[in-house]
């Protein structure tokens, strides 16, 4: 269900409840609480989901870019780590990029994916845009990986939390939402 669908039918229910006479004041507080509650927490699911997507393929483009795509066997997984060590212990641009051209030059790949993650991590641009030119796909990869919205950036957290909050209806708008989540806990016998 996606948000403007959530919205609909908690609006439907709010709706619903306000216009039912046969309920006291408390008992539509009461359940106008349990719907906000109720909606609230599916646009909160929804919200997580996106983000859990979005780092899931953020997470897909590194590997595509950096790292494996493929379940390694052992003997791989030791020339990854020895690779990466090695470019661990890279100080300079201009080290990084002798080694990689040394490396693309023998034809280790392992080592060149390293070492173009460790100046990708340090901002060595020249060094990445070199790993880039030999790498096919790799360029498609980078460019959506930076058009993919920011996690990690305030403003962006911000502005996407925003779009996931829901208004609480009258009679229930002036509650925080701990005493809000607190009413709709309340057994309906006792509204």
Request: charged share 25%; no cysteine; glycine share 6%.
């Amino acid at each position: 269900m996606n948000p403007s669908d959530i919205r609909a039918r908690y609006q439907q229910q709010v709706d619903r409840i306000e216009s039912n006479r046969a309920y006291s004041d408390h008992a539509k507080r009461v359940l106008l609480a349990k719907a906000w509650t109720a909606a609230a927490g599916q646009l909160e699911k929804v919200r997580q989901g996106e983000l859990a997507e979005l780092a899931t393929r953020r997470d897909q483009l590194n590997r595509k870019m950096f790292g494996s795509t493929t379940t390694s066997d052992p003997a791989t997984v030791l020339a990854r780590r020895d690779a990466a060590d090695r470019a661990a212990s890279i100080d300079n641009p201009r080290i990084a990029a002798n080694t990689l051209a040394r490396a693309n030059r023998d034809g280790d790949h392992t080592l060149a994916q390293a070492v173009a993650a460790h100046a990708n991590n340090w901002g060595w641009t020249d060094v990445v845009d070199q790993y880039a030119a030999n790498t096919p796909g790799f360029t498609e990869a980078a460019q959506e990986w930076n058009d993919l919205p920011g996690t990690g950036d305030d403003f962006w957290e911000t502005k996407h939390g925003m779009q996931f909050l829901l208004t609480k209806p009258t009679g229930i708008d002036r509650l925080s939402d701990v005493q809000a989540h607190a009413l709709a806990d309340e057994d309906m016998e006792v509204a």
